[in-house]
């Protein structure tokens, strides 16, 4: 089975910090992707990736950057956190479209 | 705009009964279906996946698909109360995924 791992479970972080998320997944997957998931909002896309050092914005990029310097590794930054950036954080990765993503265990990321 | 619309629930159905999860999605170029499930706490996994119209079975879940009509169903059979979760529909066009909001699943015991 795939595997997706995200770094952390749980973070708190002050306004205004630099914060990074790292995912990492173990099957050689080339598309990978960052969602944030809130309440009756659902899961919104931030940004993806088919490929190192490739890089697409989503439907929300705003605040956010990522890298992808490894295949395997792609990671979410958030410039400069804001309390409205408070959310669950989910990882995907996908060898093919349309055979569905895998997604890590999330982290929950909380900004005061 | 791509969107894929759930009920949101709650739905409650009694222990053993079949629970009918649906799914609507706007963009006719829509190639993949996929059912998510999600319990409170945890990250979303994928349980069935449909590219055809008709019926697709695995177990107790049953995906049914009408792009003419362009809804996607999941029926779950013999519901367990381990079966209490959050549905989530996703629909591939494209380069992406679109999900819904999610339909909450109650089973009573």
Redesign the interface.
């Known amino acids: 089975d795939v595997k997706v791992t995200q770094s952390s479970r749980y973070l708190v972080k002050r306004t205004g910090e630099k914060v990074f998320l790292e995912c990492v997944q173990d099957m050689d997957h080339e598309n990978m ?1 960052w969602y944030r998931q809130d309440p ?4 919104r ?1 931030i940004y ?1 990736s ?1 490929d190192v050092k490739m890089k ?1 914005k ?1 439907d929300i990029p705003e605040g956010y950057s990522v890298s992808r310097e490894k295949k395997e590794r792609f990671s979410l930054i958030l410039e400069s956190a804001s309390t409205n950036q408070t959310s669950m954080y ?1 990882c995907a990765s996908s060898l093919a ?10 982290t929950r990321l909380t900004v005061v | 705009q791509k969107e894929v619309e759930q009920n949101s629930g709650p739905l409650s159905v009694p222990e053993g009964a079949i629970a009918s999860l649906n799914c609507t999605y706007s963009d006719r170029g829509s ?2 279906f ?1 059912w998510y499930r999600q319990y409170s706490g ?5 349980i069935m ?1 449909i ?1 055809s119209n008709g019926d697709k079975e695995d177990g107790r879940f049953t995906a049914q698909l009408n792009k003419a009509s362009q809804y996607v169903s999941l029926l779950i059979r013999d519901s367990q109360p381990s079966d209490s979760a959050t549905y ?1 529909c ?1 629909v ?1 066009a494209g ?3 679109y ?4 339909t909450s699943l109650t089973v009573i015991p």
């Open positions: 992707f009756g909002l659902g899961l896309l993806f088919y697409e989503g989910l479209l349309d055979r569905g993503y895998t997604f890590g265990s999330g | 190639q993949s996929f945890k990250s979303p996994e994928l996946f590219y989530l996703a591939n380069n992406q995924f999900f819904g909001t999610g």
